[in-house]
């Protein structure tokens, strides 16, 4: 199976910060990632897919990179609504693992 | 409006079974693949079980397999969850989502169902 960690676990920032996680795999899954936007008690959203790809109605401040085992996803300024857990998850091969999330939280 | 709604979540007791359901709207279901993904209280995502648009493939965490049971109908528009042997680490909610590509990750999600396993 494929493992993904996160980093960093938490963050702590101010709106108006540059931003950026970073989500790796145990093995090459090429840009088969795909990031997500979880609120307390809300489903998921995903934000990006495809490593870079942004999905429709997502503001442009955040944006996503990398392939092979390194990625990252960068909110390039800290909107209030931004404060949430973000999670990474490869879509490479069964089973499709999460990464353990990232939480960012207000400074 | 797209939408995914779960349902059938409650209380069991261990080694008891419940069935969840997933209904969806405002889009053409059977073109879709669709996965559950669960969260137990105050922990991250995990990925359970997907099945594509046809039903030609399934596949199942291997903390469910053998016990949970993944099934689509394409004229009801609906996903379902058979879990039998439930264990008190099967609690969590449990979310349905679509995928248009699986490999793109699911671009809509249900509002999710709780599963309490305790006896």
């Known amino acids: 199976d494929i493992q993904v960690t996160q980093s960093p676990s938490f963050l702590s920032a101010s709106v108006g910060d540059r931003v950026t996680i970073t989500c790796r795999a145990s093995q090459d899954i090429s840009t088969y990632l795909t990031w997500y936007q979880q609120k307390p008690g809300k489903a998921p959203k995903r934000l990006i897919y495809a490593s870079s790809t942004l999905q429709t109605g997502v503001p442009s401040r955040f944006s996503g990179s990398g392939s092979g085992t390194e990625f990252t996803l960068t909110i390039s300024s800290l909107q209030p609504e931004d404060f949430a857990t973000y999670y990474c998850q490869q879509l490479n091969s069964f089973p499709f693992t999460f990464g353990p999330g990232t939480k960012v939280d207000i400074k | 409006e797209v939408q995914l709604e779960e349902s059938g979540g409650g209380p069991v007791k261990p080694g008891g079974s419940l069935r969840l359901s997933c209904v969806a709207s405002?889009?053409?279901?059977?073109?879709?693949?669709m996965s559950w993904v669960r969260q137990a209280p105050g922990k991250g995502l995990e990925w359970v079980s997907s099945?594509?648009?046809?039903?030609?493939?399934?596949n199942y965490a291997d903390s469910v397999r053998g016990r949970f049971t993944i099934s689509r109908d394409n004229a009801k528009n609906s996903l379902y969850l058979q879990m039998n042997s439930l264990r008190a680490e099967d609690t969590a909610v449990y979310y349905c989502?679509?995928?248009?590509?699986?490999?793109?990750?699911?671009?809509?999600w249900g509002q999710g169902t709780t599963v309490t396993v305790s006896s």
């Open positions: 405002g889009f053409t279901f059977s073109n879709y693949g």
């Open positions: 989502a679509s995928a248009v590509a699986m490999d793109h990750g699911h671009e809509v």
């Open positions: 099945i594509t648009s046809s039903s030609s493939y399934i």
